[in-house]
């Protein structure tokens, strides 16, 4: 089945980087566009980045942008999430999410389970 | 940037009951309007998406209307699995910068 797996989240002390990875399986992934979506303890959701099916284009939330670097392996079906400069507010849950379009109007139809950062000195 | 408010952002019902919540856009997004839920510890699932169209394996009870600045997300009867949170988003931003909004919780009376 379609599926998406997050890994790599941990206590990192703030200014110090962290590596998330997303593993995709059951459908072709280098033919989708992927998100990475955050949500801090107790809040709602927040777009993150979103990388295009072949890498040629990135686009990130003005919060982490110049901090965070969204790449693609797309011969290891890989999503990947470097985070550098980490700060208290960018402890979340953090989740990958398949990019679907109807017509032009995009939407995220699979979510992965979600992994936790913690920025704590 | 386009900033997206949903309302209520918390609701209490019973089961049975007709809820709607709506969103409302800072700035027309035709209909750029995605909607999800969320239970507790949980990674959100896709209701609606292009502001009415519902996703595969949705109950029918779910449905989603507007566009432009205003959109509701109606259950029409609630049954005791929607008790979660709820969130639209919109994807109509260029170059994309998704938002969403912050969120309606809905409860049991």
């Known amino acids: 089945q379609v599926q998406l797996v997050e890994s790599g989240g941990g206590v990192v002390q703030p200014g110090r980087s962290l590596r998330l990875s997303c593993a995709a399986s059951g459908f072709t992934f280098n033919n989708y566009g992927i998100n990475w979506v955050r949500q801090a303890p107790g809040k709602g959701l927040e777009w993150v980045a979103l990388i295009s099916y072949d890498g040629s284009n990135k686009y990130y939330a003005d919060s982490v942008k110049g901090r965070f670097t969204i790449s693609r392996d797309n011969s290891k079906n890989t999503l990947y999430l470097e985070m550098n400069s980490l700060r208290a507010e960018d402890a979340a849950v953090y989740y990958c999410?398949?990019?679907?379009?109807?017509?032009?109007?995009?939407?995220?139809?699979?979510w992965g389970q979600g992994t936790t950062v913690t920025v704590s000195s | 940037d386009i900033q997206m408010t949903q309302s209520p952002s918390s609701l209490s019902a019973s089961v049975g009951d007709r809820v709607a919540i709506t969103c409302r856009a800072s700035?027309?997004?035709?209909?750029?309007l995605n909607w999800y839920q969320q239970k507790p510890g949980k990674a959100p699932k896709l209701l609606i998406y292009?502001?009415?169209s519902v996703q595969s394996g949705v109950p029918s009870r779910f449905s989603g209307s507007g566009s432009g600045t205003d959109f509701t997300l109606i259950i029409s009867s609630l049954q005791p699995e929607d008790f979660a949170t709820y969130y639209c988003q919109q994807s109509y931003s260029d170059p994309q910068m998704y938002t969403f909004g912050q969120g309606t919780k809905l409860d049991i009376k």
């Open positions: 999410a398949k990019e679907e379009h109807y017509v032009n109007i995009a939407f995220m139809d699979v």
């Open positions: 292009a502001a009415s």
């Open positions: 700035q027309s997004i035709s209909s750029y």
